[in-house]
């Protein structure tokens, strides 16, 4: 009786009917339209031309100012057209702020900052995320608190630590302090909580792999958009980060912004070169954007779409 019964009642739940949610988005997208790529109208691309002029007018009046004299950019009005002076300030800021040096220094002190943090966080971001052990929110807790306390209030022990060490005026004494930041581990928790399956991790704990090998094989494949997105994002604030190299070096050995304050140092400012070393300084980032720019979109988008 039961054998006869059952093929009956398998049919019967084959054929019900779907949920009202399934059917409403079955019927979205079965409507006309529907898949079919939409092209922005005259309005949008007036905005984003204005929204594009917005971004780029700092960067054209800096190469402006760069490229007259120190009584020109001071008139009222200022000029709004480039000048026959941007190489002859170009080399005199390049001179007198030794440029060279400090962009090799922070070449080398945004590089190894950014790849550090990104590592880290990563690690420590798939920590917090999936594994399971005592004091995980406790010291999650412990982490995001740091993000609420002024860098101001450990320039003074810091200091002294780097002293103890022998890294005073060397650039250790600049990375070492941030190796990793809360930022960069709550951003990477964050992602890999709703982008990392569990079901992964599982197959890997089945297949034998330990956390580190699950790590490796896993979850950096996974984790690559928001990486670039944090490098970035740590690279160009490691390259802009005035405070602490300004009180750790000395102008022997200094970093682009820390080199940038000796040209604007004296009674007597030039505008015109203070402008142009820091149209110096902002090219090894605009030449990096353009570099991995479109790689670091492309990262953003895969990461954006979920299957």
């Given at each position: 009786?039961?054998t ?54 700092p960067l ?24 026959p ?6 080399g ?5 702020a ?94 890999l ?5 569990d ?15 699950i790590f ?29 190299p300004?009180i ?11 080199a940038?304050?000796?040209?604007s ?43």
């Amino acid at each position: 009786m039961t054998t006869d019964i059952a093929p009956v009642l398998a049919d019967a739940q084959d054929r019900t009917p779907p949920s009202r949610p399934a059917e409403r988005r079955l019927r979205r997208a079965l409507r006309p339209g529907a898949g079919r790529q939409h092209h922005a109208g005259p309005l949008a691309y007036a905005l984003l031309g204005f929204a594009a002029l917005v971004s780029l007018f700092p960067l054209y009046w800096t190469m402006v100012a760069a490229s007259t004299t120190n009584t020109r950019v001071t008139q009222s009005p200022p000029p709004f057209l480039p000048g026959p002076n941007l190489f002859k300030n170009l080399g005199k800021a390049w001179t007198d702020a030794a440029m060279g040096q400090a962009m090799v220094n922070s070449l080398i002190v945004a590089g190894v900052i950014a790849l550090s943090t990104v590592f880290f966080a990563t690690l420590a971001g798939f920590a917090f995320a999936k594994l399971r052990f005592k004091g995980r929110n406790v010291l999650l807790m412990l982490v995001i608190g740091t993000m609420m306390v002024p860098p101001q209030l450990g320039v003074v022990p810091l200091f002294m630590m780097m002293a103890d060490l022998g890294w005073g005026q060397k650039l250790p004494s600049v990375i070492f302090p941030t190796l990793v930041s809360a930022v960069g581990v709550f951003f990477m928790r964050q992602y890999l909580k709703e982008a990392l399956p569990d079901e992964l991790i599982e197959a890997g704990r089945i297949d034998g792999a330990h956390s580190l090998r699950i790590f490796w094989s896993i979850v950096l494949p996974i984790a690559r958009p928001p990486m670039a997105v944090l490098f970035m994002i740590t690279f160009v604030q490691a390259w802009n980060d005035f405070f602490w190299p300004f009180i750790a070096l000395d102008m022997t050995n200094p970093t682009v912004p820390v080199a940038l304050s000796q040209l604007s140092a004296g009674y007597v400012r030039d505008q015109s070169v203070i402008m142009a070393g820091a149209l110096l300084g902002t090219l090894p980032l605009l030449a990096m954007f353009l570099v991995f720019g479109r790689q670091i979109v492309g990262g953003i988008m895969q990461g954006a779409v979920k299957g």
